[in-house]
């Protein structure tokens, strides 16, 4: 029995991760995922939750937190690029990344941007011209991170790669790859963060 899944929520040493769709509370499947022993040999807690979006062809937005943060100390970065945003921990003890995919299925922007261009003043204008080839990314938000989703949008799930590694246990064993436990840890999150077949 993994002892990290309590009442199908994760438990990780950093507190519960709680998912929020448009600010409410909302169920999550987590599925175990098993290490990559060339990629990142070294991290043996690795997880995706699966959260299934509305299919209403609206705006949303899904964030995956971890509300215990506030009360502990820790340093945090966010790492993105045009496929990936992560959040990166690290406390005293641990090391733990959270990740989500942007990459998604989109119809022709062509006719959304002539949607919004009658609706739109320039600076929101230039806004989406900046996010023109997405129809979600990835932003920040205390504790955590958050997935928007466009409304032209075609994904049914958003999922969230979750991986960690008590830094203690480095003492009593060895790297086993070149990369390091930092790299291993985030890797392990983004790697776990994809859904094929996503859309509707």
Not at 20 to 46: A, F, G, H
């Amino acid at each position: 029995m993994d002892k990290s899944i309590i009442n199908n929520k994760l438990l990780t040493p950093l507190g519960v991760v709680k998912i929020l769709l448009d600010n409410k509370s909302l169920e999550y499947k987590i599925t175990k995922e098993n290490r990559n022993e060339l990629c990142y040999p070294n991290v043996n807690y690795i997880y995706k939750l699966k959260v299934e979006l509305p299919n209403d062809n609206k705006e949303h937005e899904v964030a995956c937190i971890i509300p215990e943060l506030k009360t502990l100390n820790y340093e945090y970065e966010y790492c993105s690029d045009e496929h990936e945003f992560v959040y990166n921990i690290e406390s005293k003890d641990y090391l733990l990344s959270i990740a989500v995919a942007t990459e998604n299925e989109f119809e022709s922007h062509e006719e959304n941007y002539e949607k919004y261009r009658k609706q739109l003043d320039n600076k929101e204008l230039d806004e989406y011209l900046s996010k023109l080839y997405l129809t979600s990314y990835g932003e920040e938000i205390k504790y955590g991170i958050k997935y928007r989703i466009l409304d032209f949008c075609k994904s049914k799930y958003v999922s969230f790669g979750i991986a960690w590694k008590n830094i203690k246990e480095l003492e009593n064993e060895k790297l086993k790859s070149e990369n390091s436990i930092e790299f291993q840890v985030e890797l392990a999150a983004t790697s776990n963060s994809f859904i094929k077949n996503n859309s509707r």
